[in-house]
Nanobody, 116 residues
Framework: QVHLVESGGGLVQAGGSLTLSCTAS????????MGWYRQVPGKERELVAM???????NYADSVKGRFTISRDYAKNPVYLQMRNLKPEDTAVYYC??????????WGQGTQVTVSS
């Protein structure tokens, strides 16, 4: 079992920055991918940035050049540095981790609100 805890959300003005962090605990040595999704009411959860199973990084087109995903040497925590935030980035951001058997784990979510 894996437990994910996010932190770092909040309210920021457009053009500002926030950094989210996600700390995993439990059977983390079985994790092969880890990253961030976001969701707004009435829409599906969408990928923001992810360290993939193969070790590469995927970004949503809407955040390329503004968001950076990173992690410590031990691969935990995982961070999402968000710069030049836009009102359309407003969402609940969820940390996601996937095991080698393709089981998905989710954090409780952290709200990011960008005011115009």
């Amino acid at each position: 079992q894996v437990h994910l805890v996010e932190s770092g959300g909040g309210l920021v003005q457009a053009g500002g920055s926030l950094t989210l962090s996600c700390t995993a605990s439990g059977t983390i040595d079985r994790l092969v991918a880890m990253g961030w999704y976001r969701q707004v009411p009435g829409k599906e959860r969408e990928l923001v940035a992810m360290f993939t199973r193969g070790g590469s990084i995927n970004y949503a087109d809407s955040v390329k050049g503004r968001f950076t995903i990173s992690r410590d040497y031990a691969k935990n925590p995982v961070y999402l540095q968000m710069r030049n935030l836009k009102p359309e980035d407003t969402a609940v951001y969820y940390c996601n981790a996937r095991s080698e058997t393709n089981v998905d784990y989710w954090g409780q979510g952290t709200q990011v609100t960008v005011s115009s």
